[in-house]
């Protein structure tokens, strides 16, 4: 069982942050998913369909790692991409918060650099609000999945890629949007705004070299 003591903080916690991820025009209509772990077995996640700038505790849900609803939150509809928050919670056990956006910047990259396979973000003073970089004179190469409704098959490539590149913060999927984590969902939030102020230079250095 899990603590409702500390789902309620967790619950709280998603629905403020969802507040200001749709106040930045990050997580639109009812897109995006945003959980919290609540202990080794459990996270707190969005339930589906959720207007993200709306949330209130009822939309909340509690779930394990393996993404299955407990006997209590039955009755909600866990986000369709519970698989790709479960994943990452079951892969490193200091992963607090994992947070999904769909910023029109995200987009619009991932979609530009999805035969790439990635995009690249160097030399940025920025990058520093990334856990463990502490010089701009770093390189992060975000990995570009493609899209899919097959979110089991997406989180095992994703799966086989964290393998081999711990390091990473966050990846996109093509067209779709961003995900990141972090030790609590304060840290992933972090890693979501400098990743979207990171994409907006990107943006606009391409718009100017016109
Ligand atoms: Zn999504």
Redesign the pocket.
């Known amino acids: 069982m899990y603590s409702k003591e500390l789902f309620n903080s967790a619950a709280q916690q998603l629905c403020d942050v969802g507040r200001f991820l749709f106040s930045r025009g990050w997580s639109p209509a009812t897109?995006?998913?945003y959980s919290a772990r609540l202990d080794t077995q459990h996270i707190a996640i969005t339930s589906s369909g959720k207007a993200k700038g709306e949330l209130s505790l009822a939309d909340i849900m509690v779930v394990d790692l393996q993404g299955e609803a407990l006997a209590d939150h039955s009755h909600k509809k866990p986000s369709a991409?519970t698989l790709l928050h479960t994943l990452l919670y079951q892969r490193d056990a200091k992963i607090g918060g994992v947070l999904?956006t769909?910023s029109v910047n995200a987009t619009v990259l991932s979609r530009l650099y999805a035969k790439q396979g990635f995009i690249q973000l160097e030399d940025y003073e920025l990058l520093k609000a990334l856990r463990g970089i502490s010089t701009h004179e770093t390189q992060q190469a975000l990995p570009i999945f493609p899209n899919t409704q097959d979110i089991a098959a997406l989180s095992v490539q994703v799966n086989q890629y964290l393998a081999e590149n711990a390091a990473i913060h966050g990846y996109l999927?093509e067209g779709?949007?961003l995900y990141t984590w972090g030790e609590s969902v304060a840290e992933a939030r972090r890693h979501i705004e400098a990743c979207e102020f990171l994409f907006e230079c990107e943006v606009l250095s391409l718009q100017l070299r016109r």
């Open positions: 897109s995006s998913n991409e999904h769909h999927i779709h949007g």
